[in-house]
């Protein structure tokens, strides 16, 4: 079973630029996350799906993070315009999404970016 | 307030030594589940274990095995024979059943020496 994709795997770029980041759950899971993973921290999730709809985006800085997933399989992730501190690992992650108790979720190998 | 304390900042040791890597969660739920992620230098999160907070029995898979103390609030992991391999960074994780949000503690750098 394939896991996780996202791509890119890396990106560098510019404070102001805005950069997008794009993430295939693992086929059937209905349940995406997002999660930024600061360089010697443990992930922050910055947002939660359920199928195309938003279940958690309370960490989401909403004047320049943006995501969709508008039919309720893959997501994209935008950042614009991006600011230095914005430089972290950024991570998604699937669950099947189907059951009344927490699901295991399966991660990508993330984006790293870069904002210089 | 929901909390995972993962006290060990760094741990090194030389290859096939025993390692233990302490968790220690806060939850006011009695349904709660634990987690143990693996995070090498590639930066994949592997997903090791999940554990429900009413099965206390320890589980043991290969070199890895998992203390679940509900007495002390501690979830704690032993890598036996440690491997090179092994090098990574270990986060553990809680999920309570009110709350499906992963709370991560800051997680712990495991060095293996040859």
């Known amino acids: 079973e394939a896991g996780v994709a996202q791509s890119p795997r890396y990106k560098i770029i510019e404070k102001r630029q805005s950069v997008a980041f794009w993430c295939n759950p693992i086929?059937?899971?209905?349940?995406l996350y997002w999660y930024q993973q600061i360089l010697g921290q443990g992930p922050k999730l910055l947002i939660q799906?359920?199928?195309?709809?938003?279940?958690?985006d309370s960490q989401l800085p909403k004047d320049r993070f943006s995501a969709e997933r508008l039919k309720g399989v893959d997501s994209t992730l935008k950042i614009q315009p991006a600011k230095l501190e914005d430089s972290a690992v950024y991570l998604c992650?699937?669950?099947?999404?189907?059951?009344?108790?927490?699901?295991?979720?399966?991660f990508g190998p993330g984006t790293r970016l870069t904002v210089l | 307030a929901q909390k995972v304390t993962q006290a060990q900042t760094e741990i090194s040791v030389v290859e096939k030594e025993d390692v233990t890597l302490d968790c220690v969660y806060e939850t006011r739920d009695t349904t709660y589940y634990l987690f143990w992620y693996k995070q090498p230098p590639s930066g994949e999160l592997v997903f090791l274990i999940r554990r429900n907070s009413f099965d206390e029995q320890n589980e043991i898979s290969g070199r890895y095995s998992w203390n679940f103390q509900k007495s002390t609030s501690s979830f704690n992991f032993t890598i036996t024979a440690s491997q090179v391999v092994d090098s990574a960074v270990y986060f553990c994780?809680?999920?309570?059943?009110?709350?499906?949000?992963?709370?991560w503690g800051a997680g712990t750098k495991l060095i293996i020496k040859p």
């Open positions: 799906f359920q199928n195309n709809g938003v279940v958690d």
């Open positions: 992650a699937s669950s099947l999404g189907t059951s009344f108790t927490p699901d295991t979720q399966y």
């Open positions: 086929s059937g899971h209905a349940t």
């Open positions: 994780a809680l999920s309570e059943a009110s709350n499906y949000q992963l709370i």
